[in-house]
């Protein structure tokens, strides 16, 4: 079957059902009966800048008909596709006034990701080439209460549906372990609200969509200082050399470079200005009445405002 639709056509095989490669309306879009070198005068040429199709025709009338319509496809893309509205060879016209945000780090990031889940009222869909369920999305805390399982476990608890799509792996090439990602998700909700699928193609359209390359995965979360080791809740942004590290031992009288490394990571937090979220039973607390109320997504307030603790409405507001 050759099926004509708005934007670009396809052929797909009858026995199988299978679509073939689609051919975009893009702005090399043209169609052409005038061919050369072809045995069959009843062809139409069909290209666009990816590729270039031939079909031939069993009658000048069928040639005739397959050509008018092809040919008032070209004039309705021009709506959306010429020369002045998409730019940069696109086969899809600028848009002005969307709401984007542009994700440099990480951190900035998955901190982002955190609110928009823990602002989620119906469901969740998230894709991953790798996606990690123990990483830690919003940091330092001394808890694991921003742990990417612990929030959609949370949510689905909630009420909210939880979809999310992995890339399955080549075991002998990658070690992405996509199964136990799987397993993982699923068991944080004994109602089966969390969905894992590998690899399969799907597509779904909903409010808030996070594109670009950063999975939530370890080895992604980061920030202006780009630390060179992730030591969970505190991190050292100072670069030594190996005179100092020895010179710092000795002054320390021989103790463990693990206990040095606590004081220099707890000192190098303090100066980061970074405080640390307590927040396991605001998080309890604000998730139990979201399927009470629908018309209000605001979490509660934070009991203290000169505390040092997060309450998830900050987290979620801010």
């Not at 199709?53 to 070209?74: G, M, P, Q, Y």
């Not at 929030?151 to 979809?163: E, K, N, P, Q, S």
């Not at 470079?257 to 998080?283: D, H, R, Y």
Request: hydrophobic share 40%; aromatic share 8%.
């Amino acid at each position: 079957w050759f099926v004509i639709k708005d934007s670009y056509i396809v052929d797909i095989r009858p026995d199988t059902h299978e679509i073939c490669f689609p051919m975009l309306v893009d702005r090399d879009f043209q169609v052409s009966t005038d061919l050369q070198n072809i045995a069959s005068n009843d062809s139409i040429k069909i290209s666009n800048s990816q590729r270039t199709l031939v079909i031939n025709s069993r009658t000048a009338r069928d040639c005739d008909e397959w050509t008018k319509n092809l040919s008032n496809l070209t004039e309705q893309a021009k709506d959306f596709v010429n020369e002045t509205r998409s730019r940069f060879d696109s086969y899809v016209p600028v848009r002005a006034n969307q709401l984007v945000y542009w994700f440099i780090n990480g951190k900035t990031y998955m901190e982002a990701v955190a609110k928009a889940l823990l602002t989620a009222k119906e469901e969740v869909f998230i894709t991953d080439w790798w996606l990690s369920p123990e990483l830690m999305l919003i940091r330092p805390a001394d808890d694991k209460t921003f742990r990417l399982d612990n929030i959609l476990g949370r949510i689905a608890d909630a009420g909210v549906r939880v979809y999310v799509m992995l890339y399955k792996e080549m075991p002998f090439a990658l070690g992405l372990n996509s199964l136990y990602t799987e397993r993982k998700l699923v068991s944080k909700n004994a109602k089966g609200f969390i969905k894992v699928i590998r690899h399969p193609n799907h597509n779904t359209t909903n409010g808030i969509a996070f594109v670009g390359g950063i999975d939530l995965c370890y080895g992604r979360w980061d920030d202006e200082y780009m630390r060179l080791v992730d030591l969970a809740d505190k991190n050292d942004t100072t670069l030594k050399s190996p005179s100092d590290i020895v010179a710092e031992n000795i002054a320390s009288g021989g103790r463990e470079t693990v206990e040095a490394a606590q004081i220099t990571t707890t000192k190098m937090a303090e100066q980061a200005g970074e405080i640390s979220i307590k927040s396991l039973n605001c998080l309890r607390s604000a998730f139990t009445p979201l399927n009470e109320i629908h018309a209000d997504t605001k979490l509660p307030d934070s009991t203290d405002a000169n505390s040092t603790a997060y309450d998830m409405k900050l987290i979620a507001e801010t």
